[in-house]
């Protein structure tokens, strides 16, 4: 018993420890987020993505911007003006910003 015991210690220090770095790593990663032309998150997959590299965004918003093609635009409203933005000036319309709120782009 006192041989489990003292095995439990350091087994928790360990696993305390592998937790707090993982955590670390979560907070500091890099989170975009590409917003509509309206402001709204893009929703793909069934979610709300958060990408890690500006290359990797792009691609997401361009994935998002694909399912308005058998629209032929996209609905947006500006300062209480309807705009008709065409599939592909979408992505130029889009908002990047980081997990913080700002704009990357």
């Not at 402001?39 to 500006?54: H, Q």
């Not at 694909?66 to 629209?71: A, F, H, I, N, S």
């Not at 933005?85 to 908002?95: A, F, K, M, Q, S």
């Amino acid at each position: 018993m006192e041989v489990v015991s003292g095995m439990i210690l350091p087994l928790f220090y360990l696993i305390t420890y592998k937790l707090i770095i993982m955590s670390t790593r979560i907070k500091n990663k890099i989170a975009i987020r590409v917003l509509s032309p309206d402001g709204f998150d893009i929703l793909l997959d069934g979610g709300f993505p958060t990408f890690t590299t500006m290359e990797a965004a792009r691609d997401g918003a361009k994935r998002w911007a694909e399912t308005y093609r058998p629209q032929g635009f996209y609905s947006a409203i500006r300062d209480g003006v309807r705009l008709r933005i065409p599939i592909e000036e979408i992505i130029d319309h889009c908002y990047f910003v980081d997990n913080k709120g700002n704009h990357i782009e």
